[in-house]
């Protein structure tokens, strides 16, 4: 709230912003897929629920039967699951320099221009069809460090 606050006060017609980003490295923390897509959810917003139900089917009791029976029971209610939504949240480790600029002295507001080495956590997702066809160069970025608390609708 403090940054977004900082932000609201900074006039932008008077103000520079740089933000410079290398990325030297990354790791896959956690990768899922729900049998959803995000439209679907938006339409339905009780899928959510059955949605945490499968995975905790799938997952948790171990019991992929019941998860099936679920998606059964969704198919016979007219909801033809036939893709499914691939979410991977990756860390990636960055040289970062941000730099806030008044215009008129030059001066530094917020930031600074020496690099320093900064972890994000980014979540991605992409949709899968059933038939095995996929889009997999269409990877979405869904949220970035949680400044959408985790974008989550699962």
């Known amino acids: 709230?403090?940054?977004?606050?900082?932000?609201?006060?900074?006039?932008?017609?008077?103000?520079?912003?740089?933000l410079c980003m290398k990325p030297i490295s990354s790791k896959i923390e956690n990768i899922f897929?729900?049998?959803f897509s995000r439209n679907m959810v938006q339409e339905d917003a009780s899928l959510v629920e059955i949605g945490r139900k499968m995975r905790y089917a799938a997952q948790v009791d171990r019991n992929?039967?019941?998860a099936a029976r679920m998606l059964k029971t969704l198919e016979e209610k007219g909801k033809s699951i036939n893709f499914f939504t691939v979410i991977c949240e990756v860390s990636i480790q960055c040289l970062e320099a941000f730099v806030v600029r008044d215009k008129n002295t030059g001066a530094i507001?917020?930031?600074?221009?020496?690099?320093?080495?900064?972890?994000?956590l980014v979540?991605?997702?992409v949709v899968v069809n059933m038939d095995g066809t996929s889009h997999l160069n269409?990877?979405?970025?869904?949220d970035w460090d949680d400044m959408l608390n985790g974008n989550v609708w699962y």
């Open 1 to 18: 709230q403090k940054l977004i606050d900082f932000y609201d006060s900074v006039d932008p017609s008077n103000t520079s912003v740089l």
């Open 33 to 35: 897929s729900v049998s």
């Open 64 to 66: 992929p039967m019941e």
């Open 109 to 120: 507001v917020s930031g600074s221009t020496e690099p320093e080495k900064v972890l994000h």
């Open 123 to 125: 979540r991605f997702e």
């Open 138 to 142: 269409s990877w979405r970025i869904v």
